[in-house]
């Protein structure tokens, strides 16, 4: 893989002690808060892939406010639509900073930052307004297995599905923060084979990166929360 490791191995460890952190803290997890406003300055040139292209193009532009996937019979958090501005990693690179993320695999091209984008926004989403298996549709296999491994050694969960323990460990939150968890502008996937890194700004303008998985062609998400790159 290339790129630096410290980053990259503190996603890896906090993928591995997931169930661990909830177990210990009795459950609630919140919401990434994520945003718009990303730079356009191009960064790396994309990478090439044989992936689908089937998404419509959204270069700085707008996606849906309601993504496949979400709207279940929780709240209506008037989503905002997801941004993807592009323009590659270099933007978010620090000098003499940690830049493994950054750095991690290659720059993939627009349409797969654009899937990817959308398997994000659509996991968010689905969460704030409470559509347990929208959500855990946007879940790589990984998460969902160690999530059902959680009920499975908890008392009064035992044997509940994805969507069952996503609701029990889902901190409520107020209807201002909901909207705000789902504002994502993308800027950059690092893709390196079935792993990658989708780097986006929040709602805060903090940078985040969220850990991706491909499969059967799709992305999914790798982890509950963004980790803020800084």
């Known amino acids: 893989m290339s790129g630096g490791a410290p980053r990259f191995a503190a996603f890896l460890a906090a993928a591995a002690l997931l169930a661990a952190a909830l177990s210990a803290c009795g459950g609630g997890d919140d919401s990434t808060s994520s945003g718009s406003n990303a730079t356009t300055s191009r960064g790396d040139e994309p990478k090439a892939t044989a992936r689908g292209n089937d998404s419509p193009a959204r270069s700085g532009g707008e996606g849906s406010a309601k993504p496949k996937g979400a709207g279940g019979s929780g709240p209506d958090v008037n989503a905002p639509p997801l941004r ?115 780097i986006y700004r929040g709602a805060d303008k903090t940078v985040y990166a969220m850990p991706m998985k491909e499969e059967d062609g799709a992305w999914k998400v790798g982890l509950l929360s963004a980790t803020p790159l800084g």
Do not use: Y
Request: glycine share 10%.
């Open 84 to 198: 993807v501005s592009g323009g590659g990693s270099a933007q978010f690179r620090a000098k003499g900073g940690d830049n493994s993320i950054q750095n991690f695999g290659e720059e993939a091209d627009e349409s797969e930052l654009e899937l990817a984008a959308e398997a994000l926004h659509g996991f968010f989403v689905a969460r704030a307004e409470e559509d347990w298996a929208g959500a855990c549709s946007f879940l790589s296999a990984t998460m969902r297995r160690q999530l059902e491994q959680l009920a499975s050694r908890l008392k009064g969960t035992d044997g509940k599905d994805c969507a069952s323990v996503l609701h029990a460990f889902t901190a409520p939150l107020p209807s201002s923060v909901r909207r705000e968890s789902t504002v994502v502008d993308a800027g950059s996937l690092r893709d390196d084979g079935e792993q990658a890194f989708l």
